[in-house]
T-cell receptor, first 111, second 113 residues
C-alpha cells in the first residue's frame, strides 16, 4: 500500500478554473511535504514545499497543510493549458531525508 | 549549470544481461538519489547517498541491484541479470543537502526484451 496517497487520479478543469489536488500520508513520522510537477516526457520539478501547519501561496498556487491529519492540498487558480501535467506529492521525515512519492494526479486543463 | 546529467538516455538489454546507468549530480550537491518510474508503481525510491556514503538502500531489490558513488561527481546504478520487470525510467536526483529540493535528471529509459 502506498504510504502517500493522492486523489483524484485524474482531473479535468476548464481554462481559468480552479484545480484542487489532495495528498495524505499514512506515516505518522512524516513532517515535510513537497509538490512536484512533471510534464509529459520530462522529469519532475519541485513546485512548492510546506513544513508548517497552514497555508503558503506563490502566485497562482496555494498549498495547505494539516499536520494532525497529515493531509496537504494544492490549489491552482486561473488554470492554464500549460498547467496540464502529472502532479506528484512527496513526503519525507526529518531524520531520513528521502522523499516518498504518491502515484500522482494527472491534471488536464481544457482551453 | 547543466543540471543533473544521466547517461545513456535510452538502453535496451536482453533478458539476463547487465545494465549500468550513470549519473552526474549538480556540482556542490551532497545528496544523490536514485528512483525508478513506471506507470503502475509510480516513482519508487531505490537508494541514496550523502557525501558519497550510502545512507538508505531500502528500495533496492537486493539480489541484482547495486549502486555506488566512488566520487562526488558521479554515481552508478548497476542491474545484473536484467528482467523484463526492470523496464522503467530510472531517475537520478541531487540536492544541496538533507531536506532540500531534489533536482532530477532527464532519466534513463531501460527496456529489457
Amino acid at each position: 500500500q502506498q504510504k502517500v496517497q493522492q486523489s483524484p487520479e485524474s482531473l479535468i478543469v476548464p481554462e481559468g478554473g480552479m484545480a484542487s489536488l489532495n495528498c495524505t500520508s499514512s506515516d505518522r513520522n512524516v513532517d515535510y511535504f513537497w509538490w512536484y510537477r512533471q510534464h509529459s516526457g520530462k522529469s519532475p520539478k519541485m513546485l512548492m514545499s510546506i513544513f508548517s501547519n497552514g497555508e503558503k501561496e506563490e502566485g497562482r498556487f496555494t498549498v495547505h497543510l494539516n499536520k494532525a491529519s497529515l493531509h496537504t492540498s494544492l490549489h491552482i487558480r486561473d488554470s492554464q493549458p500549460s498547467d496540464s501535467a502529472l502532479y506528484l506529492c512527496a513526503a519525507s521525515t526529518g531524520n531520513t531525508g528521502k522523499l516518498i512519492f504518491g502515484l500522482g494526479t494527472t491534471l488536464q486543463v481544457q482551453p | 549549470n547543466a543540471g543533473v546529467i544521466q547517461t545513456p538516455r535510452h538502453k535496451v538489454t536482453g533478458k539476463g544481461q547487465e545494465a549500468t546507468l550513470w549519473c552526474e549530480p549538480i556540482s556542490g550537491h551532497s545528496a544523490v538519489f536514485w528512483y525508478r518510474q513506471t506507470i503502475v508503481q509510480g516513482l519508487e525510491f531505490l537508494t541514496y547517498f550523502r557525501n558519497q556514503a550510502p545512507i538508505d538502500d531500502s528500495g533496492m531489490p537486493k539480489e541484482r541491484f547495486s549502486a555506488q558513488m566512488p566520487n562526488q561527481s558521479h554515481s552508478t546504478l548497476k542491474i545484473q541479470s536484467t528482467q523484463p520487470q526492470d523496464s522503467a525510467v530510472y531517475l537520478c536526483a541531487s540536492s544541496l543537502g538533507w531536506g532540500e529540493t531534489l533536482y532530477f535528471g532527464s532519466g534513463t529509459r531501460l527496456t529489457v526484451l
